[in-house]
Nanobody, 123 residues
Framework: QVQLVESGGGLVQAGGSLRLSCAASGRSFSGSAMAWFRQAPGKERVIVGAISWSGGSTYYADFVKGRFEISRDNAKNTVYLQMNSLKPEDTAVYYC????????????????WGQGTQVTVSS
């Protein structure tokens, strides 16, 4: 069992940066792949990126490559999403999720979810 709580969302101007955090509790965190998803109003939830349990492998959606970076600190039971060069189209609720592999991009492959944090990018 893993419980996830996201933080760090907010309002930022286009071109700015935000760092999201996802604090996890539960014995399975260090053995779980972690992912960030986002969901804009009226749209489906899509993967932003994922990181392996060790932190040694990552995956990024094309629309964030070169701008976002996922990292994790297993000693702190926390995964991060550093978001740079933000665009208005990045506006969404961002969710972290825990699952068996960083290679999965489908929402139904992830077993545990946080409540989400709102990111709003103004133009």
């Amino acid at each position: 069992q893993v419980q996830l709580v996201e933080s760090g969302g907010g309002l930022v101007q286009a071109g700015g940066s935000l760092r999201l955090s996802c604090a996890a509790s539960g014995r399975s965190f260090s053995g779980s792949a972690m992912a960030w998803f986002r969901q804009a109003p009226g749209k489906e939830r899509v993967i932003v990126g994922a990181i392996s349990w060790s932190g040694g492998s990552t995956y990024y959606a094309d629309f964030v490559k070169g701008r976002f970076e996922i990292s994790r600190d297993n000693a702190k039971n926390t995964v991060y999403l550093q978001m740079n060069s933000l665009k208005p189209e990045d506006t969404a609720v961002y969710y972290c999720a825990a699952g068996p592999s960083y290679r999965y991009y489908q929402t139904n492959k992830y077993d545990y979810w946080g409540q989400g944090t709102q990111v709003t990018v103004s133009s």
